[in-house]
């Protein structure tokens, strides 16, 4: 008898992944049925997809946009957490920055919107919102704090363009309010830069009004909370209410644009020339207000 060692059995052909054919794939696609390698797959309702197939979706699926047109993102509203970790960090340079240097670059007050005073600064009337003042905490805590929760509320329903654009033309309409609403620069007399993202965070108050209006909500509460914020604003000496009510101006006609534009293809186009008429008014009636000066 002969204990020889048996001839082995011809082996079934071992499935390997298209996109790495040297890693053996043993689960296959739900959609394609083609293999896929445990870094091809994707999660999917029952079982996996392989990657390729969940792309191809992504691209012949339409984009889910809110009621404004704004593309619809979940999870954390990232725009209003970059805005707050800005003034954070610019506010922390306030303090590293010897001989306030941030200060004197980026505050904005009335005498920086002439031509008389030297070199036109324009730039101020927004860069102005990411600054605050050093000697009173609650000054940026506030703003944060409110930027947070009106953020959380308007990002996602706007979507995160517009949101962008509604805050930063009202930073700028703050600016603009302080120009047309306070006295000229006077010879010999200190001068008082404007700091602080409240102009924008009542563009804010504004711009959530006028949404829920359109939307057949409640304003009650929010009226209470511009009232409250407003008659601080003249109660206190150093707030400048002219920022809050320039920037709640700019804010609710952002919003009207935004929200009252009809629905359809054309709407992101009608509603971004909306956006720049508002941008225009601004600049037209500060070169006015420069001119008169």
């Known amino acids: 008898m002969s204990y020889g060692i048996p001839a082995a059995e011809p082996s079934a052909e071992i499935p390997v992944c298209p996109r790495h054919p040297d890693r053996p794939a043993y689960v296959r696609c739900q959609r394609c049925g083609r293999p896929a390698c445990p870094d091809c797959q994707r999660a999917a309702a029952v079982g996996f997809q392989c990657v390729d197939c969940v792309n191809e979706t992504k691209r012949t699926t ?5 009621v404004y047109g704004g593309a619809v993102t979940a999870g954390k509203p990232m725009v209003t957490l970059s805005l707050i970790g800005l003034c954070v960090l610019v506010f922390v340079l306030q ?4 001989n306030d240097g941030i200060y004197q670059n980026l505050a904005f007050a009335t005498v920086y919107a002439s031509p008389d005073y030297g ?9 102005s919102a990411f600054l605050h003042s050093q000697g009173f905490i609650l000054h940026i805590v506030l703003n944060m704090y409110m930027l947070w929760v009106f953020g959380q509320a308007l990002e996602p329903l706007l979507g995160r363009i517009r949101f962008l654009a509604v805050y930063l033309l009202s930073a700028f309409g703050g600016s603009v309010g302080y120009l047309l609403l ?26 959530m009004l006028v949404v829920q209006r359109r939307r057949g909500g409640d304003t009650r509460q929010l009226w ?12 206190v000496p150093s707030i400048a209410w002219q920022a809050h ?3 709640a101006v700019t804010g609710a006609l952002c919003a009207a644009v935004v ?32 001119a008169s000066a």
Request: avoid cysteine; hydrophobic fraction near 55%.
């Open 259 to 290: 929200a009252y534009t009809p629905r359809g293809p054309r709407q992101g186009l009608l509603q971004a020339g909306g956006l720049v008429l508002v941008l225009a008014l601004l600049i037209a009636v500060s070169a006015l207000r420069v």
């Open 95 to 98: 303090w590293l920055v010897p």
């Open 62 to 66: 339409p984009d889910v946009r809110t």
């Open 224 to 235: 209470v909370l511009i009232l409250i914020n407003g008659v601080i604003g003249f109660v």
């Open 245 to 247: 009510l320039g920037g």
């Open 119 to 127: 070199v036109f600064e324009p730039w101020r009337m927004v860069t």
């Open 182 to 207: 306070t006295p000229g620069y006077v010879p010999g007399q200190p001068l008082s830069g404007v700091v602080g993202a409240s102009g924008a965070i009542f563009g804010l108050f504004g711009a």
